[in-house]
């Protein structure tokens, strides 16, 4: 399977020190260069930007190709746009992105779609790769990491 991620799910992953569940369920980790800019811009915390320069071979970066069908109803941050034109240029098994905007539009282009939670349940439930997702979602809440659920997740 093949993921292409935005840059939030790797940066939560990263911070809680659970960005290698990604090379456990995944061949293959694409980000474009929009979202990889993001990971390695002096602005985003060292650790985090240190981390991305050296994950291991299921992490490659690709360039995306503009294309005609590259209009998008609202106005995405680069990293989105890129990582939703991606995910459809290589037919990912599933796009990473949490911000609510981002998995709309992607819905919306039926693409398969997963974010932070989603890969910390995966691996939780998957043979040999334990995340405890509870645990990690504490760790996610004490440093300020936070998520509104859809009123019909509660149903």
């Known amino acids: 399977m093949i993921a292409v991620s935005n840059t939030t799910p790797l940066r939560y992953l990263i911070a809680i020190g659970q960005d290698d569940l990604l090379g456990k369920l995944f061949e293959r980790v ?3 260069t929009g ?4 990971l ?25 190709g503009q294309s005609h069908e590259a209009t998008f109803p609202v106005t995405l941050h680069r990293g989105e746009r890129e ?3 991606l995910a459809e240029a290589l037919r990912a098994d599933v796009l990473l992105v949490d911000e609510q905007i981002g998995r709309t539009i992607a ?3 039926n693409l398969p779609l997963s974010g932070t939670l989603g890969v910390l349940e995966r ?3 998957s043979r040999g790769v334990r995340a405890r997702l509870s645990l990690r979602m504490r760790v996610l809440h004490r440093d300020g990491i936070f998520w509104r659920l859809h009123p019909l997740a509660h149903k």
């Open 123 to 125: 691996a939780d439930y």
């Open 83 to 85: 990582a939703i034109l």
């Open 40 to 64: 390695t811009d002096p602005r985003t915390p060292e650790a985090v930007r240190r981390r991305v320069l050296s994950l291991a071979s299921w992490f490659q970066v690709r360039a995306v």
């Open 30 to 32: 694409f980000v474009p």
């Open 35 to 38: 979202v990889h800019e993001e």
């Open 107 to 109: 819905l919306s282009r």
